[in-house]
């Protein structure tokens, strides 16, 4: 059985990795895949294609997991490309609120099913948008996210702020 890993990965965090690794133990092959929305492009920090290198160089020690993207809906992409199951990764009681609608929406569009996996304790804590935030203020990150994450998150507030602006 193959599974699909979705996200928006803005960047991968150790948190996600745990999760994808132990995915991978679990599933014949795992694609994980950046869910990307033209229009909601300039609300991340990563442009699509530095999302997916942060990704590649992030997952390249996993040889059943390879990096994909799509634009459109995760039951199409799930559905159209016999893609197996969702797999989501759940931090805290906070996180299940909301994977919950989005699994049962996802059933009851295209009758796929989705699998949850406990990210270890230790990066129950950890998100994405928290690394960027850290990371803008120049605070250390790097027992958070991935070294890949870590040094696109570096480079990317140096250039930020070479230009004398913050976005975070
Ligand atoms: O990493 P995130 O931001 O928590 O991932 C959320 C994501 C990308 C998996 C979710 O927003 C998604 O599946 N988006 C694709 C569009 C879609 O299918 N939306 C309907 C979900 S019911």
């Known amino acids: ?99 919950l609608q989005i699994a049962h929406l996802n059933r009851q569009l295209g009758e796929v099913e989705t699998v949850f996996i406990m990210a270890a304790t230790r990066w129950s804590y950890v998100s994405s948008s928290m690394a960027r935030e850290i990371a803008s203020y120049g605070g250390d990150i790097s027992t958070m996210v991935p070294s890949a994450s870590a040094e696109a998150l570096r480079r990317k507030f140096a250039a930020v702020e070479g230009r004398g602006q913050a976005q975070v």
Do not use: C, W
């Not at 991978?24 to 699509?48: D, S, Y």
């Open 1 to 99: 059985m193959n599974a699909v890993f979705p996200g928006s990965f803005d960047p991968i965090t150790n948190g996600h990795l745990d999760v994808l690794t132990r995915a991978a133990k679990i599933f014949e092959h795992v694609t994980v895949t950046v869910m990307h929305n033209a229009r909601k492009q300039g609300q991340h920090l990563f442009t699509l294609d530095e999302r997916l290198d942060i990704l590649r160089a992030a997952t390249a020690a996993l040889p059943n997991v390879s990096v994909d993207s799509f634009g459109g809906l995760l039951v199409n992409y799930m559905v159209q490309q016999n893609k197996g199951i969702i797999v989501r990764g759940l931090r805290a009681v906070s996180d299940y609120e909301y994977e």
